[in-house]
């Protein structure tokens, strides 16, 4: 055990995973990142294993479990070194469909759940719009009663699995003050919704990434998700389970380019010797796993204070903010000690320096965590 919060059942979902990822990831990701997608078969084989919904209701094929369980998952998924797999996955389980297990009632879980749980329904959450991201109640989508329907309007924007998500859970303004929102449940197909650009990234080339446009898009009253007019709070009470599942990819990361850059700088011959004969090589990284493991325990005490019931606004944030930064902190003087390939397409450390930028982005931007930090002293 690696820790005082891993438990034997932890161990046994991580070598699941692991297997899973070394057996159905790892052969066929190079594939991926160059289709811009994550085959649909593989988040169904996810739910055929039980993997996409830990912490849901076991009679919508859930596993009950607790938040320290859903990191084990989420930081066991990130040991795949291919980020656009690992955020496939993460915001099915732990950015979209939660706001269906939160908020959802009994017909909305029962229509919509078994299938989410099992992958055979991939999920998206569009909340960002062009004119607003970090400023949540910025935005402009609207969605206006109209008998027993709601009209939305609207445009999202960077929404990860936006191109193939089967559905969309969407933040729209039900009124005029500035926190006045609701989240709706819109399915793909519906009469004016459409997925607008795919967006080409830096990064995460596997996880495809959209414009939505929300044109006149009638939707009965009952996917209205949650109490009408609070849909703020239910994206700032989402917004925990996300950004710990996000510091989880930011520390699975660190890791691996830790690991891959132990067996480099053993292995590299310059000016007779190898690169880890260089004292000041060797203590960066050793200063590099100090601060990992630091960031690691943080992380696992997050989740147990989940567990506990505590308010830890402050703490999830301080934590989506270190992590965020450590990733890129790690990875870039890992990809340094890598010299040349490091440079190169193809070679894993490349590839996690171009997947950490956003970390430190998407989910609530470092300086925008910082804020949220700093007014709760
Ligand atoms: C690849 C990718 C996938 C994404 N997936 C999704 C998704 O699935 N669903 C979704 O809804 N959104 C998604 N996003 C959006 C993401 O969450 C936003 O990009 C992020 O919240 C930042 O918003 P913004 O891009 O509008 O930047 P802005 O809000 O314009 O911020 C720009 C910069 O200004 C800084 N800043 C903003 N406000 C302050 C302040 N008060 N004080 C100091 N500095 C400030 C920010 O920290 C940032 O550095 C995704 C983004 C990317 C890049």
Known sequence: MDNIYITPDHELLRDQIARFIAREVEPFADKWEEQGMVPREVLRS??????LGLMYEGEYGGGEADALTNLVFAEALSQSTY????????????MASPHLH??????????????VTAGELITAV??????????VAGIRTTARRDGDDWVLNGTKMFITNGVHADLYFIAAKTGTARHDMSMFIVEKGTPGFSVGRALKKTGWLSSDTAELVLDNVRVPAGNLLGEEGKGFY??????????IALAAMAVGHCTQAIRLTLDHVRQRQAFGGTLWDKQTIRHRIAMLDAKTRAARQFMYHCAWSVTQGRDIVQEVSMLKALTGELVNEVVQT???????????????IERLWRDARVLGIGGGATEVMLEEVAKRY
């Open 46 to 51: 996810m739910g055929r294993a039980g993997l």
């Open 83 to 94: 980020a656009g797999f690992i955020i496939t996955v993460l915001v099915h389980t732990d």
């Open 102 to 115: 939160h908020a959802g009632n009994l017909q909305q879980k029962q229509k919509y759940m078994p299938r």
């Open 126 to 135: 569009g909340i960002t719009e062009p004119g607003a991201g970090s400023d």
């Open 234 to 243: 239910s994206v700032m009470k989402n917004f925990q389970t996300e950004r």
């Open 334 to 348: 890992c990809q340094q000690f890598h010299g040349g390939m490091g440079f190169i397409r193809e070679t894993a």
